[in-house]
């Protein structure tokens, strides 16, 4: 067994042994407004629920590791004192994941992910649609742990209204855990089903992700590709150029088979075997080669 003193270590290091030990966490999928009603959306793994009376959830947006620089939902927390707390089930954890890429101050995270605001009854926040549960929220208070990077900024949020999608309830109104189907966060890229088990999500680039919005429509409107699918499309820094994509066709022999039949829904299927398989640049080709058609 090893013995480490936190003092003694880089600050990475030592957050990837205490996120890869501590766990799985649940997620706190944030929607803030800043002072001048400019929407953000972010995840956060630092959360639980800590009292049912008064109703009162945490999270906490912690000090960048990298540079000691502090996020837009803690700058919007502190300015506004609300907060919409949406739960991640695993039908959005792609566009979650994407969502947490950062861009760069205004630029909206609902938009880049392709997941829809609605409006709160209580709060300005928006609320995230595609989420079982949301929770408006009212921040109570805001506890600074540290000034260094890493350090964690406790958000205590008082529930002030409670959303719940239908469709997870069982016979008698509860939440059915199988049906709401949540999703938590391990170390690294892993992630955990809670009715399945661990799963990878690859961390969004350094670079920014094309985003959702990006996407052409009849990719996005296709009923082959889910919020899953088009969470991964979006978080590519560039699309194929037109050489590559036709190299990629002139190689591939059952891509240049399905292309040929002139039928969309098989040119998405084909897609979406590369997208199973975790090669996304080659999904692209694929979609970019029906559009070149």
């Known amino acids: 067994m090893i013995t480490i003193d936190p003092k003694s270590i880089e600050t990475a290091k030592l957050q990837g ?62 300015a506004t004192r609300e907060v919409v707390i ?82 997870v309830l069982d016979e008698n109104g509860a939440i059915d855990q199988h049906k709401i189907d949540l999703v938590s966060r391990l170390g690294g890229n892993w992630y955990s089903r809670s009715n399945q088990g661990l799963f990878e999500v690859p961390k969004p680039l350094s670079t920014l992700g094309i985003g959702v919005d990006a996407i052409p429509n009849f990719i996005k409107e296709s009923p082959i590709f889910d919020g899953n699918d088009l969470g991964i499309l979006g978080n590519i820094e560039a699309l194929p150029t037109k050489e590559e994509v036709s190299i990629f066709v002139k190689q591939n022999f059952a891509v240049k088979g399905v292309l040929s039949s002139d039928d969309a ?29």
């Not at 880049?112 to 208070?141: H, M, N, W, Y």
């Not at 040119?267 to 199973?276: G, M, P, S, T």
Request: with cysteine.
């Open 17 to 78: 042994y205490l996120q890869s030990s501590v766990g799985p966490r649940p997620i706190a999928f944030a929607s803030t407004m800043d002072a001048k009603g400019n929407p953000n959306l972010s995840p956060f793994s630092f959360f639980n629920v800590f009292s049912a009376n008064p109703p009162i959830l945490i999270f906490s947006p912690a000090r960048r590791v990298r540079d000691n620089s502090i996020k837009h939902t803690l700058i919007n927390a502190e």
């Open 86 to 167: 949406n739960v991640v089930n695993y039908d959005m954890v792609q566009q979650t994941s994407l969502a947490s890429t950062e861009y760069a101050d205004g630029v909206n995270e609902f938009v880049k992910s392709g997941l829809t605001p609605i409006a709160s009854d209580v709060v300005r926040p928006f609320r995230v649609k595609e989420s079982p549960v949301q929770f408006e929220c009212k921040v109570t208070q805001i506890i600074p742990l540290g000034t260094e990077g890493g350090a964690g900024n406790l958000v205590l949020c008082e529930v002030v209204r409670i959303h719940i999608d239908e469709s």
């Open 265 to 293: 829904e098989k040119v998405h299927l084909e897609a979406k075997k590369y997208l199973d398989s975790n090669d996304v640049f080659s999904a692209w080709k694929v979609l970019l080669a029906e559009r070149k058609k």
